[in-house]
């Protein structure tokens, strides 16, 4: 199972693409775990996940989250802020699945 990560300013703009994201793996029969959280609980949460991708609203706070992947082991990166704002839960599953292979 891939566990997919998605942090945001508050949590809850990303429920969309959450739930885009999830029918797109369903569809591929892809076994996926993806949550969103706000910024103050991504750090926790990044025990838990194979990948961190963070809302582009938030690029910002890449290299602090940084610190924390590397240390868990996970990649990291900003999700596209084309592909945010469309809620493209295709493009953004392709994405997670690219970072998860490259490790």
């Given amino acids: 199972m891939k566990k ?10 990303t429920s969309l693409l959450v739930s885009k994201m999830e029918e797109e ?7 996926v775990k993806i949550w969103a959280v706000a910024q103050d609980k991504a ?18 706070m890449k290299k602090k989250f ?11 990166d900003v999700i596209d ?6 809620v493209d839960g295709v ?3 392709d994405k997670a699945f690219e970072l998860i292979e490259k490790g």
Avoid: N, W
């Fill in 91 to 93: 493009a953004v599953l």
């Fill in 43 to 60: 750090e926790h949460d990044m025990e838990e996940a194979d990948v961190l991708l963070i809302g582009p609203q938030m690029r910002f």
């Fill in 66 to 76: 940084a610190v924390t992947a590397e240390k868990v082991g996970i990649p990291i």
């Fill in 25 to 31: 793996a369903t569809k591929r029969g892809e076994e």
């Fill in 81 to 86: 802020s084309v592909a945010y704002g469309r």
């Fill in 4 to 13: 997919i990560l998605l942090a945001c300013s508050s949590g809850m703009s």
